[in-house]
């Protein structure tokens, strides 16, 4: 019962949470304020009711559209918000499973880790939605988020049977957990340098190096590669979707250019990486033979 009530108690902070990072995906990228005006509609300035604003269940009620003007309300709103929902719901379930040494309170770990992992989901969530709408990965999410993922791991991995590795001291754990973060990283700037040797212009930005050592902070190095994997498969795949497209064949000089939002494939990846990386990496290992 309980574990119940905490679960369900997560999702709707998660709901709220979710509604709150919407505000900040449409206003962040314009250098409006989050805090004022009050929510409106983008198109018609009409000034949402408390109704009109309540997580998901507003845009179902309205039908997906402004109650004023009819404009249509970009699904990313109720997908967002159910992303953080989800997310947050199933930290709620198991932070009951969240397992410490006995010499450690487990009800502090638990928190800590339950805690920690709402952050780095909302952050993923974000990231995903500004890089898939504007190819844009803040600074001022990625970098708190490399500082957070590192002193986070830094200081349970050694005492959290649920983290990746089992690091002994939090000292090694630091140390072995900055450099996952390095090599991260540096694969990222490897293939950029590469990609403009090879096609003299930019293929890759300085963000999607700081993702993925945000990834690797969080999901050490193994997690942060099987993130890399699920983005090069997703991103392989969308683009022969793309390249299936009668426009890719009448204008293949828009189709050479375009551009796919890597950032939002890396995101999607992590959070896969998180809840299953461990299975998956270790059914690969088995059936490479190792």
């Known amino acids: 019962m309980i574990r119940t009530l905490a679960t369900v108690f997560a999702a709707l902070l ?12 449409s206003r962040w990228p314009a250098g409006e304020s989050i805090v004022h005006p009050r929510s409106h509609c983008r198109n018609c300035e009409h000034t949402l009711t408390w109704w009109e604003n309540v997580p998901l269940v507003s845009w179902l009620i309205l039908h997906g559209r402004c109650r004023n003007c009819r404009a249509a309300i970009s699904w990313r709103y109720p997908l967002v918000e159910l992303a953080v929902g989800a997310l947050w719901a199933l930290q709620g379930w198991g932070f009951f499973e969240v397992k410490s040494q006995p010499d450690v309170p487990a009800i502090d770990v638990a ?4 805690l920690g992992m709402m952050v780095f989901y909302w952050m993923l969530v974000a990231l995903a939605a500004l890089d898939a709408e504007n190819l844009w990965l803040p600074d001022f999410i990625t970098i708190p ?57 930019e ?51 828009s189709w050479a250019t375009s551009k796919l939002p890597l950032g939002t494939f890396l995101c999607i990846g992590g959070i896969v990486s998180s809840l299953w990386g461990q299975p998956i990496i270790a059914a690969y290992l088995r059936w490479a033979g190792f």
């Open 145 to 201: 988020g490399i500082t957070l993922g590192f002193i986070l791991t830094a200081i349970l991995a050694p005492v959290d049977d649920s983290w990746w590795l089992d690091r002994g001291t939090w000292e090694s754990a630091a140390v072995v957990d900055l450099i996952h973060i390095l090599i991260a990283a540096s694969l990222i700037l490897l293939i950029r340098w590469l990609y403009k040797l090879l096609r003299h212009r």
């Open 111 to 114: 928190l800590a880790h339950t």
């Open 203 to 253: 293929g890759l930005g300085l963000g999607d190096a700081k993702l993925m050592a945000l990834l690797a902070a969080w999901l050490g190095l193994a997690g942060a590669l099987l993130s890399f994997a699920l983005a090069a498969i997703l991103g392989a795949a969308i683009a022969l979707i793309l390249l299936a497209k009668p426009s890719a064949h009448t204008n293949p000089q």
């Open 14 to 25: 998660g709901l709220a949470f979710g509604s709150f990072l919407n505000v900040c995906l």
